[in-house]
């Protein structure tokens, strides 16, 4: 709406050619994104959600670990690899059905979108 709103201004009330405007616009958009990385990239640990350390019940927990980086090595130099479940959000099993169904409705909701003619 506003880079609308910008050509609109440009090419009417300061007779600008319809190139050069889009130029301004592109690079406008350009200057955004690398100011948007900047300021991702100044971001501190501090800003991370700290993960939830649940109670110890005995009766709840599982008799073996399934975690990898529970297993001892050979090797006390040699690194454990995490799974692939360790860049995951910690989300509830409660959230799981309501952010499954979200995230098929913004799927389709972006494949319809892209079907629309401009």
Known sequence: MCSGWVIHTLESEHEWESLHVYRVVFYGYAIIGVLKFVL??????????????????????????TDVTDIPTTNKNEKTNKTWTAILPNISPESRAIVVKLCMLFAVDNFSSGLAPM
Do not use: D, Q, Y
């Open 40 to 65: 991702a990239c100044a971001l501190t640990k501090s800003v991370e959600a700290e993960k939830e350390e649940r109670p110890s019940n005995a009766e709840e927990e599982p008799l073996l670990s």
